[in-house]
């Protein structure tokens, strides 16, 4: 019964966790918003995936969501819209420009929620007579007015707004300190690396994948754009882009991918953005491994690491419904069970390799040092592929590759040792058989070891008194005496033992 109802309920939360994503580009749904000035419309927040569209003065489109520009949050908020035609995007709110009542929220870096007497070069060094005070927390949540905007400071990239404040307060703040329309928005309703598992390809395999889908087959595969236009901006295509990718072309990554589409069919594949080198694609079998036909199907199917993310992340469905105090212990066991899980997958090629080598120690006719050879040489290239595997095929690793670094050397390495020492100790060297047995141990010589540690205690400048820690290790050395059995020869190993 018990065993039933954790079933239930780990279906319950995986389906909680995603019950309300947006299936299509038709699902989306936003706040109407006239656009005041012109403006460049981009597929992300990050200016580097480039310019894809224009929006014009006078232009109602639909906000759907929001988040900051790349550095943090000094360049002020961009908003996801959705257009007229169907064409979406980011655009920066510096286009929005409504004077409606505006809230004070819970933004910005440490040190930034400074309200100024004008805007200055740097909020987080410049601050002297032009700072008024910090608008500390008795303003969250509270409306304001938005009298003007700009751009000012650190090369004119920070994005200021000149509000009055509930308590009749004229000032200067960055634009991040606030929800500019007036309410809080999601901060994306796409497909993006921040919130989904990645898609993991070799570039050639993903254009022969793509190459003549339609749209809806985009995004019923790989989810809802960050961004699609029915025209490029200086171009006669669309396109559908998407950022949660990792293409490998050569031995870097993309995370960006343009999907150019004409005719309602993809014709072509860009990688675009800033690439990224990977260490990892210098590895031998890197390529072969990456393009595995099942791997994204690992990954993706079921999407079990979506609903741990949701799961053991603040935005998770558990952090709403359990006090802090609680969630914080619960998301450690969460993590534990998730490491122990991984611990056991960097097992599996070493198991693999000690259970084949125990099988041919039967055979009295292969030497122990064969199987010593064995299980070191297969242990080793198993383990390499193993490893690339984890990386590339399994989110928890990907994310945090450490624990993959970490975990598979030392565990091959203990597994390898038992298994070495148990056939030195069992198998007979002279005929092959497992036919050892003990006759005693020798003990050949003992080393001292003393490590004194000195502590002085001073209250103030006055020394007060010294305190000496001594301690002392053994290390003994002997001679386990072996014999076998069948045959009756007999060998001796030599072990230490520290106390």
């Given at each position: 019964m018990k065993r039933n109802l954790i079933v239930v309920l780990s279906i319950a939360l995986l389906l909680i966790s995603g019950c309300n994503k947006i299936r299509s580009v038709e699902d989306i749904k936003g706040i109407p918003v006239k656009v005041t000035t012109q403006g460049y419309m981009f597929a992300d927040t990050y200016a580097q995936t480039g310019v894809i569209s224009t929006v014009n003065p006078g232009e109602i489109v639909k906000v759907v969501a929001e988040?900051?520009?790349?550095?943090?949050?000094?360049?002020?908020?961009?908003?996801?819209?959705?257009?007229?035609?169907?064409d979406f995007g980011w655009v920066h709110c510096s286009h929005f420009k409504t004077k409606i009542s505006t809230f004070i929220g819970k933004r910005g870096k440490m040190g930034s929620r400074m309200l100024f007497t004008e805007p200055v070069n740097n909020p987080y060094v410049d601050s002297g007579e032009k700072l008024m005070f910090d608008l500390n927390k008795s303003y969250d949540e509270q409306p304001v007015t938005i009298l003007q905007d700009k751009w000012f400071g650190i090369g004119s990239q920070l994005h200021w707004s000149e509000i009055k404040?509930?308590?009749?307060?004229?000032?200067?703040?960055?634009?991040?300190?606030?929800?500019?329309?007036?309410?809080?928005?999601?901060?994306?309703?796409?497909?993006?690396?921040?919130?989904?598992?990645?898609?993991?390809?070799?570039?050639?395999?993903?254009?022969?994948?793509?190459?003549?889908?339609?749209?809806?087959?985009?995004?019923?595969?790989?989810?809802?754009?960050?961004?699609?236009?029915?025209?490029?901006?200086?171009?006669?295509?669309?396109?559908?882009?998407?950022?949660?990718?990792?293409?490998?072309?050569?031995?870097?990554?993309?995370?960006f991918v343009r999907f150019d589409i004409k005719e309602n069919k993809v014709f072509n594949v860009e990688l675009i953005g800033n690439y990224k080198s990977r260490g990892s694609a210098w590895l031998p079998l890197s390529k072969f491994i990456r393009g595995l036909p099942f791997g994204n199907a690992a990954r993706h199917f079921p999407s079990i690491n979506a609903g741990i993310s949701s799961l053991i992340t603040e935005d998770g469905f558990l952090d709403r419904i359990l006090p802090g105090i609680i969630f914080i212990p619960f998301r450690i066991i969460i993590i534990i069970v998730i490491l122990g899980l991984s611990l056991i997958?960097?097992?599996?090629?070493?198991?693999?390799?000690?259970?084949?080598?125990?099988?041919?120690?039967?055979?009295?006719?292969?030497?122990t040092h064969s199987l010593v050879l064995i299980q070191l040489i297969f242990g080793i290239v198993l383990g390499h592929i193993w490893f690339l595997f984890l990386i590339y095929h399994n989110s928890f690793f990907y994310n945090e590759p450490f624990y993959a670094v970490l975990c598979l050397p030392i565990i091959g390495s203990l597994i390898i040792a038992y298994m070495v020492k148990t056939?030195?100790?069992?198998?007979?060297?002279?005929?092959?058989?497992?036919?050892?047995?003990?006759?005693?141990?020798?003990?050949?010589?003992?080393?001292?070891?003393?490590?004194?540690?000195?502590?002085?205690?001073?209250?103030?400048?006055?020394?007060?008194?010294?305190?000496?820690?001594?301690k002392t290790t053994i290390k003994d050395k002997f001679k386990d005496l072996r014999a076998c059995k069948n045959c009756g020869h007999e060998w001796s190993i030599i072990r230490e033992e520290t106390h």
């Open positions: 988040d900051v520009g790349p550095e943090g949050n000094l360049f002020g908020w961009y908003y996801q819209i959705k257009r007229s035609n169907g404040t509930k308590d009749g307060e004229t000032g200067w703040t960055l634009t991040t300190n606030l929800y500019p329309l007036g309410v809080e928005l999601k901060k994306s309703i796409s497909s993006d690396r921040y919130h989904d598992d990645i898609w993991l390809y070799n570039y050639e395999k993903l254009v022969k994948k793509v190459d003549g889908k339609n749209p809806k087959w985009l995004e019923k595969k790989y989810g809802i754009p960050m961004a699609k236009v029915e025209k490029l901006e200086g171009q006669d295509f669309g396109a559908y882009i998407y950022g949660n990718f990792d293409v490998y072309k050569k031995k870097s990554s993309w995370y997958f960097t097992m599996l090629p070493i198991a693999g390799v000690t259970l084949f080598v125990s099988k041919r120690s039967l055979n009295p006719k292969v030497s056939l030195e100790y069992n198998r007979c060297p002279e005929c092959n058989y497992w036919a050892g047995f003990g006759l005693g141990s020798i003990w050949i010589s003992s080393m001292k070891h003393t490590k004194t540690t000195i502590t002085d205690t001073y209250q103030g400048d006055t020394f007060k008194g010294r305190s000496v820690d001594k």
